[in-house]
């Protein structure tokens, strides 16, 4: 390369471009990195998750471990717990389905320490919950066996609002629906119930067990759009060396 070829080189043009090459490869690459973070994170919940859910039952947690309840430590594991069922005090939660439009019904079940556990019975067809044509919780001493699950508090973006004045639920929301029913010792969780008999009315085992997990394209596209900016500044370069 000859002198003049050599200060024909526009430097402060190069130097703001290698400026923002730097952005931008420094940061599309420590996205790709978070990503991938994440997807270990995604791998490990699913694996736990499933561990979970086949795992044998254990006894649910009593009023001196809510506290310490939370989704990461808690959610999805099989608990059993027993109880006489409160019919009177059902509430039903709309919610679309395999079925169309349906409704959850959740009943509580008060236990021999006087706490009260929500139990998710199943979902029912909306044109059968709202005609009351579905069979109601056992009378007497029952066993139930299902899926912990934590309260549904926030809604999604154009989810409708609950109306507890009104006895209108659109999402699990378990402290709403205990302290509009007056429970006083509730547990912050409420139970999926597992299968039972799969021709009845509300139908048990509905609950969807699946997190997306698409961290590994995200990590692709991040580290390859690093690698699009890297290449472009080396072009920007090779041509501005070349100037004469």
Do not use: C
Request: without cysteine; proline residues 6%; charged residues 25%.
């Amino acid at each position: 390369m000859t002198r003049d070829s050599i200060a024909t080189v526009r430097w402060p043009r190069l130097m703001i471009v290698t400026l923002i090459a730097l952005i931008g490869v420094g940061g599309f690459a420590r996205l790709g990195i978070w990503q991938v973070a994440r997807l270990h994170w995604k791998v490990d919940l699913i694996e736990r998750v499933d561990a979970r859910i086949h795992a044998d039952p254990v006894p649910a947690p009593g009023p001196e471990a809510w506290p310490a309840i939370t989704a990461t430590s808690d959610e999805y594991r099989r608990v059993t717990l027993s109880g006489r069922f409160r019919n009177d005090e059902t509430v039903l939660i709309y919610t679309p389905s395999d079925f169309g439009p349906a409704d959850w019904v959740l009943t509580p079940l008060e236990r021999d320490d006087g706490t009260v556990v929500m139990i998710n019975r199943g979902v029912v067809p909306e044109e059968l919950a709202l005609a009351g044509r579905f069979d109601a919780a056992p009378e007497g001493e029952v066993m139930v066996t299902g899926l912990l699950r934590m309260s549904e508090d926030k809604g999604w973006l154009f989810s409708r609002r609950n109306d507890p004045a009104n006895g209108k639920w659109y999402r699990r929301d378990i402290g709403s629906i205990t302290r509009a029913k007056g429970f006083e010792r509730a547990a912050p969780y409420f139970v999926d119930a597992e299968l039972g008999d799969p021709k009845a009315w509300p139908r048990g085992g509905q609950t969807v067990v699946s997190f997306r997990n698409a961290h590994l394209s995200y990590a692709l596209t991040w580290f390859a759009l690093a690698v699009v900016v890297f290449g472009a500044w080396l072009l920007v370069l090779w041509t501005e060396l070349r100037r004469r």
